[in-house]
């Protein structure tokens, strides 16, 4: 489906991926309606690579990934890791795949149970799914923290004698303990100090390039998934926006709402910056609960089409490997030749202002 001229192979292969929670009411709990988290969400991550996934806190990025692990149960769709399907498979079918996908959560201090040393920590997974012997496991958990440049004499200690960037790194080595191939990053620098943040964004790569590891980085941090992804996939409102290279997504969004969250980065050549023209989204994010009918950034987008708020745009391939659900890329539009609709060309929407 997507990007069929690249050699790679698929490693990851979501389809019309659906995660709805149910709202109940009253004193039967009767179910009322859903908030629909992630709704009809399809991409490919291609074995090695780092796919970026990027949106406002809310958007859903977390729940995505949390799905495609099946930490939660999906409401439909397709999850293939590794060639098996894996949405609606039972619990032994999906304990026999963990080894191969692992998750680093955002925040370690509360990841990590602080009555384990970091020994049983890291050792936890391989007392699960190996029949190691006390030595080779002791072992294992040793050139794990060597991995991950912890310091092996501190074994017995606890999560709290270690400061944010050391406790990822514990997190790190308990995701790499069983030779994973896929590794899901729900936003895994968010709750470190900035000092702290490149250390383990660099040691992400270097463990990637040393092991092999595919990477889902979720973040809303768009200059660090500018520099760790090969390809970046926006979400809104449970939805993907746009998906593409990094560099073109970067240098020519074409979705308007990645438009507006690359207006916010700041640039870091001087000249480039003084010509930055920041777009100002007014209005909240929609209720999930409650999204808006056809396109689901209609009440909020600066370019928004009369068919807009009627018509759920497709997520269709615009150019080969790049894909955008928005009217103004739709094949009419391509077609009668007007990638920007009229209202887009006007510098007098006042959804529009100056870089700040
Ligand atoms: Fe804006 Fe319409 Fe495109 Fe949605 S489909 S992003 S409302 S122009």
Known sequence: MFDTA??????????????????????????VGDVKAVDNVSFDIYEGETLGLVGESGCGKSTCGRAILRLYEPTSGSIKVDGREIAQAG???????????????????????????????????????????????????????????????????YPHEFSGGQR????????????????????????????????????????????????LFISHDLSMVRHIADRVAVMYLGQIAELAKRDELYTKPLHPYTQALLSAVPEPDPQHEATRRRIILKGDVPSPANPPLGCNFCTRCPKVMPVCREVEPEFREVEP?????????????????????????STKDPRIQQGE
């Open 91 to 157: 619990f032994d079918s999906i304990r026999a795949m963990r080894p191969t996908m692992q998750m680093v959560f955002q925040d370690p201090q509360a990841s990590l149970n602080p009555r384990m040393t970091v020994a049983a920590i890291i050792g936890e997974p391989l007392d699960e799914h190996t029949k190691l012997s006390k030595a080779e496991k002791l072992g294992r958990i040793y050139d794990l923290m060597d991995a991950v440049g912890l310091n092996r004499n501190f074994a017995n200690r």
């Open 321 to 345: 490997g790049r894909f955008v659900a928005c009217h103004l890329h739709s094949e009419q539009q391509e077609t009668a030749g007007q990638t920007e609709a009229p209202e887009a060309k």
């Open 168 to 215: 990822q790194r514990i997190g790190i080595a308990r995701a790499l303990a069983l030779h994973p191939k896929f590794i899901v990053c729900d936003e895994p620098i968010a709750a470190l100090d900035v000092s702290i943040q490149a250390q383990v964004v660099n040691l992400l790569e270097e463990l990637q390039d040393r092991l092999g590891l595919t990477y």
């Open 6 to 31: 690249a050699p790679r192979k698929r490693l990851v292969e979501v389809r019309n991926l659906k995660m709805y929670f149910p709202i109940t009411s009253g004193i039967f709990r009767r179910k």
